[in-house]
């Protein structure tokens, strides 16, 4: 199975940019798809498709979120953080089956 | 807009089954790829299943696998997780979701899951 590996946690102000990071144990790109996604998930809520295939924005979701990477490595930046944007983020990868999930990142207030 | 509505969870012993069901509105069911997607308390996100559009194809974790059946209704609009042999391990919120058209899905909605507890 492909391991996505993510920081347990990330301290940030509000109005300042987060970077969350995401590597994968193998390449989850197949030629110009990079099969790597992204999910926002708030207490005692379902998680909420933010970015899928790396960079494009799911509908309804703000463009402060954005996304980057390709092969191993991949990222999702918040620029500016809100206070609505304090939850956990998990990427996942469906490069290969089964589809796998990081551990997810806790966004924390500084 | 895309609902999805889980039920059938509960407090069930070790050794026992449970059935879950999935209803789905806001979208051409019978053309998506459904899966069921669990999170134990307090830890991250598992995937346990899928089955495609028109179940000729259907995909277990290894954690589920022979114990776990999903199953849909195209008729129905409804999605199914039959779970036998079940283990204190598999407590969890179960969320089905919804995929996609192919194969190597994203999960674009979710619903808002059912909580299965095995204790004896």
């Known amino acids: 199975d492909i391991v996505l590996t993510q920081s347990p946690a990330l301290a940030v102000s509000l109005g300042q940019r987060a970077t969350i990071s995401c590597r994968a144990s193998q390449s989850v790109s197949i030629s110009r798809y990079n099969l790597m996604h992204w999910y926002q998930q708030k207490p005692g809520q379902q998680p909420k498709l933010l970015i899928y295939?790396?960079?494009n924005l799911a509908s309804g979701i703000p463009a402060r979120f954005s996304g980057s990477g390709s092969g191993t490595d991949f990222t999702l930046t918040i620029n500016p953080v809100q206070a609505d944007d304090i939850a956990t983020y998990y990427c996942q990868q469906s490069r290969e089956s089964p589809p796998t999930f990081g551990g997810g990142t806790k966004l924390e207030l500084k | 807009e895309v609902q999805l509505v889980e039920s059938g969870g509960g407090l069930v012993q070790p050794g026992s089954s449970l059935k879950l069901s999935c209803v789905a509105s806001?979208?051409?069911?019978?053309?998506?790829?459904m899966h069921w997607i669990r999170q134990a308390p307090k830890k991250g996100l598992e995937w346990i299943a899928l089955?495609?559009?028109?179940?000729?194809?259907?995909y277990y974790a290894d954690s589920v696998k022979g114990r776990f059946t999903i199953s849909r209704d195209n008729s129905k609009n409804t999605l199914y997780l039959e779970m036998n042999s079940l283990r204190s391990e598999d407590t969890a919120m179960y969320y089905c979701?919804?995929?996609?058209?192919?194969?190597?899905?994203?999960?674009?909605?979710w619903g808002q899951g059912t909580l299965v507890t095995v204790s004896s």
């Open positions: 089955s495609y559009y028109d179940s000729s194809n259907k």
């Open positions: 806001g979208f051409t069911f019978s053309s998506y790829n």
């Open positions: 295939r790396a960079s």
């Open positions: 979701a919804k995929g996609g058209m192919g194969t190597r899905d994203w999960f674009a909605y």
